[in-house]
């Protein structure tokens, strides 16, 4: 199981990033992926799930009507779209999976057992 996220970098307040996790040794048909942050000091965050299941997806308060996870089964990879950031999401940013688990929801209330290696997002005001 290997998860490698991409996409992040600097960006300005107000402007978009696509962050991507291509996964292997598995398949997007049935467990839960999820996008977790954490920022300097800070504990690590839920961000969002999806179920590749059921494609129900759970949002953080936080991310709400700001931000997108989806996924693209042919190309074993997971995608968090980003809009109107801002200097408060500045974090590291981690894709992650528990293969026993469908649910979007559970997957964000649990600390997953297989996670990627992170990509910086730094927003600037």
């Known amino acids: 199981v290997q998860l490698q996220a991409s996409g992040g970098g600097l960006a300005q307040a107000g402007d978009s990033l696509r962050l991507s996790c291509v996964v292997s040794g598995f398949t997007l048909d049935r467990p839960a992926m999820g996008w977790f942050r954490q920022a300097p000091g800070k504990e690590r965050e839920a961000v969002s799930c999806l179920s590749t299941w059921n494609d129900i997806t759970h949002y953080s308060d936080f991310a709400k009507n700001r931000f997108t996870i989806s996924s693209d089964k042919a190309k074993n990879t997971v995608y968090l779209e980003m809009n109107n950031l801002r200097p408060e999401d500045t974090a590291v940013y981690y894709c992650?999976?528990?293969?026993?688990?469908?649910?979007?929801?559970?997957?964000?209330?649990?600390?997953?057992?297989?996670w990627g290696q992170g990509t910086q997002v730094t927003v600037s005001s």
């Open positions: 992650a999976t528990d293969l026993g688990l469908t649910s979007s929801y559970g997957l964000c209330h649990r600390r997953p057992p297989n």
